[in-house]
Structure formats: structure tokens, C-alpha cells
Nanobody
Framework: QVQLVESGGGLVQAGGSLRLSCAAS????????MGWFRQAPGKEREFVAA????????SYSDSVKGRFTISRDNAKNTLYLQMNSLKPEDTAVYYC??????????????????WGQGTQVTVSS
């Protein structure tokens, strides 16, 4: 059974930092590209960042580029999202997802077959 479990969310002031983790089990983590998405109240789920199976290639949405960093540790089956210079508009539930369609970063939600339950990130002004 595939499980993706996010952690590290919480309440932080604007300008602060958080590091999200996503622990994967039940799948060959090192062979999958991975991604982070988020969904704010009343809005559609949106792409945040993605990383290739080796970690050599990454992709970011324009809204987080330069502030967020996606990384992975294949030995620990864990995906990370380091979030710096947080803004109130970053407030959302953050989801990690496993891309079963190809091994390169993708912003398309349809290529991600497995999703975690999400972790809440709240940024106060």
C-alpha cells in the first residue's frame, strides 16, 4: 500500500521559514519524480514544485521561485520543501505527490497518481 505522509506544516509569521517533509512507503521512491502542490480555501489546487527521480532536475511555479527549494533523499524515501520568505498568500494545505508517468519534473496534476493527505501551512501578516 502506497503511503505519502506530509509533516512540518504550522503557523509562521510573514518572512519566516518552514520545512515540509513527505515520507514515502509502499513504492520504489527513488524511481519516481515527485511534486508539491497546494490548495488555498476556495481555490483550485496549484503546482508548487517538482523534482526528477535523481534530484538533478527541478521545476518551480513563478510564485515560489527563489523562495522555495525542493529536494529529496532517496536513501530515506523522503521528499522536502524548504520554504523561506513566506508570505500570507502562501497559506494553504500542501500536498506531496508521486509522478508515475515519467521521471522528470512536471506541473501537470494528471501525471501524479499517488497523493498525501496534506499539511496545513498558515502564514500570518
Amino acid at each position: 500500500q502506497v503511503q505519502l505522509v506530509e509533516s512540518g506544516g504550522g503557523l509562521v509569521q510573514a518572512g519566516g521559514s518552514l520545512r515540509l517533509s513527505c515520507a514515502a512507503s509502499g513504492l520504489s521512491f527513488s524511481t519516481y519524480a515527485m511534486g508539491w502542490f497546494r490548495q488555498a480555501p476556495g481555490k483550485e489546487r496549484e503546482f508548487v514544485a517538482a523534482i526528477s527521480w535523481t534530484g538533478a532536475s527541478t521545476s518551480y511555479s513563478d510564485s515560489v521561485k527563489g523562495r522555495f527549494t525542493i529536494s529529496r533523499d532517496n536513501a530515506k524515501n523522503t521528499l522536502y520543501l524548504q520554504m523561506n520568505s513566506l508570505k500570507p498568500e502562501d497559506t494553504a494545505v500542501y500536498y506531496c505527490a508521486a509522478n508515475t508517468a515519467d521521471r522528470m519534473p512536471s506541473a501537470r496534476p494528471t501525471v501524479y497518481e499517488y497523493w498525501g493527505q496534506g499539511t496545513q501551512v498558515t502564514v500570518s501578516s
